[in-house]
């Protein structure tokens, strides 16, 4: 057990200072902003879709690493979705991420951020990038806040 803890750190760690899909994207068909006020996490989101696909997914910001790691965990895994996948994988996030319970079929690398459940001010971090992902996909231009 302690050594999938420690690969679970490693990657969380390497997604935190190496983050994929990041940077401002040229031509979104949607963005979101995201903010988490207990923490301090902030992040703007860049979606592009073609037709009901999410052809290209990028975010800028700036949080503490479980924050930066779920966002580019979770862009890398929403690229080439529907956006009825993206919503039920949200769901499936999000039911993981405050009970620690992993679906059926795991959720991929997501499941490194199963045991965040502890930590309920943590769990405010990392689905930060999933609510703001999911104010992109319905058009909202509200803050996406985790309060």
Not at 62 to 71: E, L, N, R, V
Request: hydrophobic share 35%.
């Amino acid at each position: 057990m302690d050594d999938l803890r420690e690969l679970y750190q490693e990657l969380i760690l390497d997604h935190n200072q190496n983050p994929r899909n990041y940077g401002e994207m040229d031509s979104p068909t949607a963005t979101a902003d995201g903010f988490n006020p207990l923490c301090g996490d902030r992040l703007t989101l860049y979606l592009r879709m073609s037709d009901e696909v999410v052809e290209d997914i990028k975010f800028v910001g700036s949080g503490c690493a479980i924050s930066k790691a779920s966002a580019s965990i979770m862009t890398t895994l929403l690229k080439g979705k529907t956006r009825k996948e993206v919503i039920t994988l949200f769901e499936m996030f999000h039911k993981m991420i405050t009970t620690g319970e992993l679906p059926e079929g795991g959720l991929g690398k997501l499941a490194v951020l199963s045991g965040v459940y502890k930590y309920p001010a943590r769990v405010k971090c990392a689905v930060l990038a999933w609510y703001t992902s999911k104010n992109a996909l319905e058009g909202k231009e509200s803050v996406a806040k985790t309060e």
